[in-house]
């Protein structure tokens, strides 16, 4: 039943009952004129409810196949059809209050067996005004954050502000998204990293040394359509950084690629800053992809330039008529004037990086609940089995004398293997088997490059 066929429903006797009760037997004919009135006064409130509902539009349905996500502004909700939460959603609340999270139990190849509540995510949204909206998400990582030494906490994590905007929306095709806290717009999973949304435990390899997720930044943005399936965004931002006044370590690295880059927030230098343009396609069925460009100008070794140049394109392609959903992403980074680079310019650190790094991974998945088992509790239930192999190269281009780490801690190839069990679009259970095909004894004891068994839930309503 619609909302506006409730309200009918609802009004309709109780002014029939209200105009009898206003008329006994014996009353003066101006009363009832009076209640008459007051009468339609209401009615006519109602119904001006209900045609605000009626402009609203219906929260479009769930399509657990394409993977829903909450958009993060009305102008995201009204462009994406598979959104959990449509534009009437926001139009018909003033403040909203979204969440994900997710929590892993790991088994790895060396090391202690652990549990890791790792990230408890809230993200306020409020219309301030029809094109006014303020959007914000603070997380707390790995349980809690521990507030002082010497005082025995149980905890080693984070609390980080990762996103705090107002969206400004003048039309279709451009509107401003303030300066504020926002996501670098490269990659998918780093736009859309909610755990409902992909299908292993951790997010793919890729997003972590090559693209830096979660890569948040103090930034002002842009963003609209082209078409009604070509949208575009634009942001400047702080920029990366290889030298950091308050770390003797160096930002850009073999191991650790660009994820040290990212700079601190407060303590970052806005000399150096980051422009990044995205396109995003989905005129085709079953098909959404984009393509994004980052440059950023960064100081390394003795304050020297180095200019960090990122292309991304990625896929998702779920077949008609199918189970099988097809994805696939690449990232490359041009790296000019890599000797400037702290970890080339420095004898005491390993670490020697060369004029590119890149990464891509593929992956198939399958569709598997029947349509037969979509009834009572199993309505909304899926059953997702897949596979993808990633690889990553974080020492290519290397100058004459450099040292290459052969251990599987850079360069290195993924296989990944697992399924996710969806009990409702709101809340999956996962298990998987990740597998370094370059693992050493050295990358065994890497949290980032090691074999492990991982189960988890991930939640996002």
Request: proline share 4%; charged share 20%; hydrophobic share 40%.
């Amino acid at each position: 039943m619609t909302q506006m066929n409730q309200f009918r429903k609802a009004w309709l006797p109780l002014a029939a009952a209200a105009v009898f009760a206003a008329c006994p037997a014996g009353a003066q004919s101006n009363d009832t004129a009076t209640a008459i009135q007051e009468l339609q006064k209401q009615i006519q409130q109602l119904q001006e409810e209900v045609g605000r509902l009626k402009a609203a539009g219906p929260t479009p349905a769930t399509n657990l196949a394409t993977m829903p996500t909450v958009p993060r502004s009305i102008t995201e909700a009204a462009g994406a059809d598979h959104s959990l939460l449509g534009e009437g959603f926001y139009k018909s609340k003033g403040l909203t209050i979204g969440f994900y999270g997710e929590s892993k139990y790991r088994l790895p190849e060396a090391g202690a067996d652990k549990f890791d509540a790792h990230r408890y995510v809230l993200s306020p949204s409020y219309e301030i005004a029809d094109w006014l909206i303020f959007n914000s998400e603070l997380e707390l990582e790995h349980g809690g954050v521990d507030d002082g030494a010497g005082r025995g906490s149980r905890y080693d994590g984070e609390l980080e502000l990762e996103q705090f905007y107002v969206d400004i929306l003048i039309n279709d095709y451009f509107n401003v998204r303030s300066l504020g806290i926002d996501l670098v717009p490269v990659g998918r999973v780093n736009t859309t990293h909610e755990p409902t949304t992909f299908y292993s435990t951790e997010r793919p390899e890729l997003y972590r040394e090559i693209i830096p997720t979660t890569w948040m930044e103090p930034s002002i943005g842009f963003f609209g359509k082209v078409t009604d399936t070509l949208n575009w965004r634009a942001m400047i931002s702080t920029g990366l950084e290889d030298f950091i006044s308050t770390s003797p370590d160096p930002g850009v690295t073999a191991v650790n690629g660009m994820r040290n880059a990212r700079p601190r927030m407060r303590q970052a230098d806005e000399n150096n800053l980051a422009y990044t343009g995205r396109l995003n396609y989905n005129g085709i069925e079953g098909l959404d992809t984009s393509t994004s460009v980052y440059h950023s100008r960064s100081e390394g070794f003795n304050q020297q330039d180095v200019n960090l140049t990122l292309w991304d394109i990625e896929a998702l392609y779920r077949m008609p008529g199918t189970g099988l959903e097809l994805r696939g992403d690449f990232a490359y980074w041009f790296i000019d004037n890599p000797e400037n680079l702290i970890a080339n310019n420095n004898a005491s650190l390993i670490d020697d990086v060369g004029d590119a790094m890149y990464g891509w991974y593929v992956e198939a998945a399958y569709h598997l609940w029947p349509e037969a088992w979509r009834e009572g509790k199993g309505a909304k239930m899926d059953f997702v089995p897949f596979v993808r192999f990633s690889q990553i190269v974080t020492q290519d281009g290397l100058a004459a004398g450099s040292t290459e780490l052969t251990d599987g801690t850079a360069n290195r190839d993924f296989l990944t293997f697992g399924a996710a069990w969806f009990l409702n679009e709101h809340f999956v259970v996962k298990g998987d088997y990740r597998i370094n095909l370059d693992g050493t004894a050295a990358s065994a004891n890497s949290a980032a490059s090691q074999d492990y068994f991982q189960m988890g839930v991930g939640m996002f309503f």
